[in-house]
C-alpha cells in the first residue's frame, strides 16, 4: 500500500481550521468575477469585507 492509500483525513479538523481564518477571500473575489466585475475591483470590495469583518469581530468566512 502506498501512502496515499493508507492517509487518513480528519475533514472536520480541517472544516474547522479553515473556517478560521479568511481563506474563502479568493473564492469571493472569484465568485465576483465570474459575476462580471473585474479582478481588481473583486480584490477590493473582498478586501474590504475582510476589513470590516475583523473590526467587528464578526464570522470571518466571507463563503459558506
Known amino acids: 500500500q ?3 492509500e493508507t492517509t487518513e483525513f480528519r ?4 472544516r474547522k481550521s479553515a473556517e478560521g481564518d479568511f481563506s ?5 473575489a472569484d465568485y465576483l468575477v ?3 466585475i473585474p479582478f481588481r ?3 477590493e ?3 474590504r469585507m475582510a476589513f470590516v469583518a475583523r473590526q467587528f469581530g464578526m ?3 466571507l463563503v459558506r
Open 34 to 36: 465570474r459575476r462580471g
Open 11 to 14: 475533514t472536520s479538523a480541517m
Open 45 to 47: 470590495i473582498v478586501g
Open 59 to 61: 464570522d470571518r468566512t
Open 41 to 43: 475591483q473583486a480584490h
Open 24 to 28: 474563502t477571500a479568493t473564492d469571493a
Open 2 to 4: 502506498t501512502l496515499i
